[in-house]
């Protein structure tokens, strides 16, 4: 098992920019592919960006593509997305996951992943 723990939210002003961390502890002798996903009330938690055990290879939603970046440094079991030009809608709960399949077949949907961060809250005020 793997548990994870994101840090570095916080509010921000649109325009502005974020990165949000997760580091992962327990059995990091194996890979993982790995993804960010958001949540706001009421809606369904979406996939954000995402990347195979591998890392080299990158997924992400429409909506984020060419502001977010992820990216993973394995020396530190840390997972990292890079948020720049915020806007309101990007406000929500961000969930790092983790999952046991080295290649997902759809690794923006949540039903591949196995485990689950608590979440770090952005916020983007206009």
């Known amino acids: 098992q793997v548990q994870l723990v994101e840090s570095g939210g916080g509010s921000v002003q649109a325009g502005g920019s974020l990165r949000l961390s997760c580091a992962a502890s327990g059995s990091t002798d194996r890979s993982y592919s790995m993804g960010w996903f958001r949540q706001t009330p009421g809606k369904e938690r979406e996939g954000v960006a995402a990347t195979y055990a591998t890392g080299d290879k990158a997924f992400y939603a429409n909506s984020v593509r060419g502001r977010f970046a992820i990216s993973q440094d394995n020396a530190k079991n840390t997972l990292y997305l890079e948020m720049t030009r915020l806007n309101p809608d990007d406000t929500a709960i961000y969930y790092c996951?983790?999952?046991?399949?080295?290649?997902?077949?759809?690794?923006?949907?949540?039903?591949?992943?196995?485990?689950w961060g608590q979440g770090t809250q952005v916020t983007v005020s206009s």
């Open positions: 996951a983790a999952s046991e399949r080295g290649a997902l077949l759809s690794p923006l949907h949540k039903g591949g992943y196995n485990y």
